[in-house]
RNA sequence: GGAGAAGUACCCAAGUGGCUGAAGGGGCUCCCCUGCUAAGGGAGUAGGUCGUGUAAGCGGCGCGAGGGUUCAAAUCCCUCCUUCUCCGCCA
């Protein structure tokens, strides 16, 4: 959500950098409108009931003096409708406004490349070289189903279609992957751990942006009124949600092992084979609530630990700057940092570094204090994935895929693979 | 799932219709006392948000949330949420 205040002082300038998204932002010229009608509306019901206050005063004055008081409590009457009518007018206004206010995508920052859609995304940097197969190298899903790793037939059938079943050295790879990451960035970077619960509440996927705009994307739980949650990102970020932090325990910061469900609404036809693109998949998860003034430093930083995660697999990648079309709606800055796929020839999205500034934090109403006496602000949020698992298991898999059909072991993943070198020996 | 109880400021907590933005503790800040620590004495401090104003300020809201009754609600009524206790069920 963006700050009402610079939309009203600034609203020329707000809107020609959100015009760079390239999206339809049909209503934003509402918003003058109803931000005068309701301040206006404000004022007249504040008048009321400042005189209501005055009266109902005089009314307990002349009561406990046992006087009568029946033509001050006619006058009020006549008031309290009033206030009542204007009210009900603020609050109609009122909700109006919310609504827009919270379908209004994020201001992108400067340094974010002008751009229409992914073509146009800029390449920070690139890291390791391409493997090259002196064989016909195969797709994860071959290999997968050839050493027995992966089931897809199966989850089919006792689920549907974008589901499946990781078995024997899969499941452990899977397995060792979670606790590589999570080790990795609590014990070198620095981040806390958490397991958060699967399911959110409404206000929760408000909160970092998914709803109200994107409710197709996620599963619900119609009974509760509850989300699958589609990344650990909605959780953790809500875990300070209507909250004042020490600012001196800033920068906070979370890694977080979660299960993700996404309906892939819209994406009907891509990425139909593999593990590329599932209803759900394990991620481990960055998050990191900071100071408004560290946090692009912060944004370069949490890209860091998520790129430390593919050199130490040594699978080659590279990072992009993501340009102002392909932004996604709640981001200032994003850098998808893409893990070369030999099956797709091509690098792939394996983690998303978005700097939220206070975006979330506004929707969520996560502050800060810098000390006890200070106005307290919004704080900033930034996460990234590091990484998705079940693209990271098929980039091993296929990176690291030998001509007898077996997969050699990274070196950092074999102490928690049982220090075996291969899979499929 | 059933039955009860409770939700008041940073924490504990008093308060059943008007003089309560809210007693009293704790905490916090300052001062005194004290060789140090502990303890003691005194004074001070009460959040947030919205509107308005250059500002000091003024005003509205606020006692879990949302409705309602009333001239007037922390206080009465309704719905919901959360927590606790007991029972049931259960990994």
Known sequence: ???????????????????????????????????????????????????????SQEVA???REKKDAD????????????????????????????????????????SV?????????????????????????????ELGTDLGMLEFEKASKVTGSRFVFYKGAGARLERALINFMMELHAEEHGYEEMIPPYMVNRTSM????????FEEDAFGIREEDYFLIPTAEVPVTNFHRDEIVDGTSLPIAYVAYSACFRSEAGSAGRDTRGLIRQHQFNKVELVRFVKPEDS????????GHAEKVLQLLKLPYRVMNMCTGDL???AAKKYDIEVWLPSYNDYKEISSCSNFEDFQARRANIRFKRDSKAKAEHVHTLNGSGLALGRT???IMENYQVEDGTIRIPDALRPYMGNKEFIGK
């Open 1 to 55: 959500m963006l700050d009402v205040k610079r939309l009203r002082n600034d609203f020329e300038e707000v809107k020609r950098k959100l015009q760079k998204r390239g999206e339809n932002l049909g209503d934003l010229e509402k918003f003058e409108d109803l931000d005068k009608k309701r301040r206006t509306l404000i004022q007249e019901t504040e008048e009321l009931k400042q005189r209501r206050n005055q009266v």
């Open 61 to 63: 004055q002349l009561k």
């Open 71 to 110: 033509h001050l409590i006619q006058e009020t009457k006549e008031v309290s409708q009033k206030i009542k009518e204007i009210d009900t007018e603020l609050k109609e206004t009122e909700e109006t406004l919310q609504q827009l206010l919270l379908s209004i995508p994020n201001i992108p920052h400067d």
């Open 113 to 141: 490349p002008v751009g229409e859609d992914e073509e146009d995304n800029e390449e920070a940097r690139k890291w390791g070289d391409i493997p090259v197969f002196p064989f016909e190298a195969k797709a994860h899903w």
């Open 206 to 213: 408000t909160g970092t942006g998914q709803l109200p705009k």
């Open 296 to 303: 692009y430093d912060e944004l370069e930083k949490i890209t």
């Open 328 to 330: 996604g709606f709640t």
């Open 393 to 395: 298991v098929a980039a």
